[in-house]
């Protein structure tokens, strides 16, 4: 049986949110380690689609400190020059990350949080939860799905459009992913993009850079108290990453409302109209993985936990850090988490400064 090992912090996930957290906490002096269940460092990023591109330049996608490299040759970096920037970056700071190390729960433990896991048990005086939503995939529901003989898959399985080539394929969702994965089938697939509604397409010049400073300008808008309005030309609309122009410019960029039902070959449209498919796509997205936190009694109905700026209203030992903008605006991003990181820590040291020697 390991025995408990002790820390002020524990940090679980280490992805870029975790790694953010590290870096940050390690500038504090306080004593910290980050568990991570992969095997290998850059959290979600190595198992992306083989094409994933980032929707912000390197130099807009960097984490505190260490700028993103330039990708050689130009462009937008994509998921192995993500994935390798992340795993350089851990090593350069030597962020005390131990993996693979699953966590399972989080308990009470009178004045510290128990944090279990597969591989022995840490307390800690604080905990940040970092762990994203890629282990918690959502795809939709729909009536018949259980005869249809083609193939239905969640966007975080895609890996290229060869297995793809020649097929009747659906692409659900009218986000970014949706937007990628739909401008390179359409390539070789016979390809339709369904989409709840007609999706927004923000203008060409604007890209992740642009959204950054939007919500930049949000929070500093809620900070003065004055009402941020809505964001000009939208914050979550799809990025015209070039090969998402391209598939505009030669009309691929239609979309259907989503289909009523499947069949075993197909589906059946609202107009009661068929298709013969072969596959569908799920491009819809993430929930946040926070089942470690159950025992704690934080969940809320929707899975998510009711924070104040990152912290658990219901349990002050617990920050969450990374999982979106209900944990900081822009906060699931690579340029975006490095605030909320910081004001996690920020707190987190001011409330273990409070805290009798004795506990530490
Ligand atoms: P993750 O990268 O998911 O890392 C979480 C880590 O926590 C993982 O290593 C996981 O193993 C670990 N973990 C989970 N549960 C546990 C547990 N119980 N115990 C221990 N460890 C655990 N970002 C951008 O900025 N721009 C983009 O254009 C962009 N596009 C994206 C496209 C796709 C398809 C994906 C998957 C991601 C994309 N991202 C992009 C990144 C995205 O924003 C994610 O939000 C990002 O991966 C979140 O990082 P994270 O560190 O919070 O979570």
Redesign the pocket.
Known sequence: MPETQSRQVVV?????????VGYILRRTGLDFEI????ER?????P???DS?????PAQW?SLPGWPMPPVPGGG?PG?DH?AAYLAAYEERYQLPVR??????AVERAGDRLLVR?DAGSWTALAVVS??????RTFLPEYPGAEGFRGRQLH??SYRSPQEFVGQRVLVGGGG??GA?ILAELSLVAEVTWMTPQAPTFLPDEVD?RVLFERATERVRAQQEGRDPGPPRGGLGNI?MVPPVREARDRGALRSVRPFLRFEPDGVVWRDGSRSLVDAVIWCTG?RP?L??LAPLGVLEPDGRVVVRGGRSVREPRLWL????DWTGL????????TRAARSAVQEIGDTLAATPPANA
């Open positions: 679980i996930g280490g992805g870029q949110s975790g790694l953010a568990l991570d269940a992969n460092p850059g959290g979600a990023w198992s992306a689609w994933l591109q980032l929707f912000s996608s937008y998921r993500v993996r693979p190390v699953r966590v399972e896991t970092a762990t994203g939503g890629a282990n966007s975080s970014n992913s990628q992740g990025v993430f993985a089942a470690h850090v990374g999982y979106g822009a906060s699931a991003t690579l340029a975006g988490v």
